[in-house]
């Protein structure tokens, strides 16, 4: 693909993504329901976009995958998280984005290299990340606002230096949870 074709095809990205909400870029469920039209474009948009530039720049291609599991009890939610690379290439850094469909408390303390995005979204870096690699067990102990019943967490890559992951389907997952105390597996 020419750097002509490519700067039109970014250019069309750039005017289909204008019109977006805030969940095209960051944060779902922020108090519109998520799951807008905007969300969809957005994320075709940067899909399309990481394709196209992974193609025409020749990128490395690195599979990230997510697993673990949640849990929620009494108002407290827990998550487990393992970031893994199933290659071919090695990741310099990554962000895993957590995102819940209630609410959290303000004011909890996360681990070293997590944020609050919002109250409903969780941002977490992963370090390197070597081929056949993984990164530590990321552990969050939160509460959320009230005792939801059940609630969901979508579970998800927001950022990686560079390269390509052609296989999302195991590093995005939406786990539902009740509110039973019982392990969430994804």
Not at 11 to 23: K, N, R, Y
Not at 38 to 61: I, N, S
Not at 161 to 177: A, E, F, K
Request: a negative charge; hydrophobic letters at 40%.
């Amino acid at each position: 693909m020419s750097k002509g074709v490519l700067g039109a095809v970014l250019t069309a990205l750039v005017v289909l993504g204008a019109g977006t909400t805030a969940g095209a870029v960051g944060e779902t469920g922020g108090g519109t329901g998520g799951g807008t039209a905007g969300d969809a474009v957005g994320e075709a948009a940067g899909q399309v976009a990481g394709l196209v530039a992974g193609e025409v720049m020749g990128a490395a291609e690195a599979d990230l995958a997510h697993h673990g599991h949640v849990s929620l009890w009494d108002g407290r939610v827990g998550v487990w998280l393992v970031t893994e690379n199933h290659g071919p290439s090695d990741v310099v850094d990554a962000t895993v984005r957590l995102a819940f469909s209630a609410p959290m408390a303000g004011g909890q303390e996360l681990p070293p290299g997590c944020l609050w995005s919002s109250s409903r979204v969780v941002s977490c870096r992963t370090g390197a990340l070597p081929d056949g690699g993984a990164a530590g067990e990321l552990a969050l102990d939160l509460r959320a606002v009230g005792r939801p019943q059940e609630l969901t967490v979508d579970v998800s890559t927001a950022w990686r230096s560079g390269g390509v992951d052609r296989n999302s389907v195991n590093d995005r997952h939406r786990v539902l949870v009740l509110a039973t105390g019982d392990p969430y597996v994804f």
